[in-house]
């Protein structure tokens, strides 16, 4: 990939996001734990847990090669994005539950990524060629969580115009989101369709079950709808820009990224197609 989009584009477009994140974030958002403490314990075991299992189920299923299967795995590691927030107030989720669990998944991911990234790079035996190493771990959630807290920061400072920049910072998001994924995509448009024909299966697939499986486990768990809503969105949409970011500028491998890429693709279609189905499915028009 281009060196300044990778060297400085990426990381600005992550401290954009994070930013953003940041503005929509209270104290009270870690906080609220305590009061629905059994829906954000299923929604982050579905994460945390199940999801990166399913997702080295596929990765077998599928025979993926080495820095690809790589790749699904530090994209099934990586926390829901700032659009999860969007999906679940158009389908009529918790949209404070799936605050809270973006703030507190990104957090934890801290750890949780690198241990499952690392996992899977020794799975296919490329610590010769990528790693994910502890300085570098700090380096990328430095890039990820400093945003986050000056955006808190100017929350509690300047409410009305966090409030005003929420939706700019949303759209933006998903421009940022789109041009990298244009990006990452012309960068390896000599091996694309061998790409698409490899991880394009397996990258729907895993997209439709994180969606389903987060809705279907907390309805099963005993929670209620607009929670269980929230949760799927929060399950199905992926912070593709951290996966995007750690791909290329720690690990210093495109073709790692191509996963993310490929599965932001099929994200916002399945998100929306699944929120309709819902809506359909409670009786309740999706919000415009």
Known sequence: MDSALSTVGLPLALGIIMFGLGLSLTPDDFRRVSRHPRAVVVALACQLLLLPAVCFGLVLLFDLPPLLGIGMMLLAASPGGTSANLFSHLFHGDVALNVTL????????????????????????REDSVSLQFRK???????VLLPVLLGMLVRARRAAFAARMDKPVRIGSAVILAILVIAILLD?????????ADVGLATAVFCAVSLVVGYVIPKAA???????????????????????????????????????????????????AWGYVLSRRIGAPART
């Open 102 to 125: 973006t703030a507190i998944n990104s957090v934890i991911a801290i750890f949780t990524l690198p241990i499952i990234t690392n996992l899977a790079i020794a799975w296919f035996d």
């Open 188 to 196: 390896q448009r000599e091996n694309v369709g061998d790409y698409l």
């Open 222 to 272: 005993g929670i209620v709808e607009s929670q269980a809503i929230a949760s799927s969105m929060e399950i199905g949409v992926h912070n593709g820009t951290l996966a995007i970011y750690v791909a290329v500028e720690v690990l210093d491998s495109t073709e790692i990224s191509v996963p993310a890429a490929v599965y932001s693709l099929f994200m916002f279609v399945f998100a929306a």
């Open 137 to 143: 771990v700090v380096e990328v959630f430095a890039v």
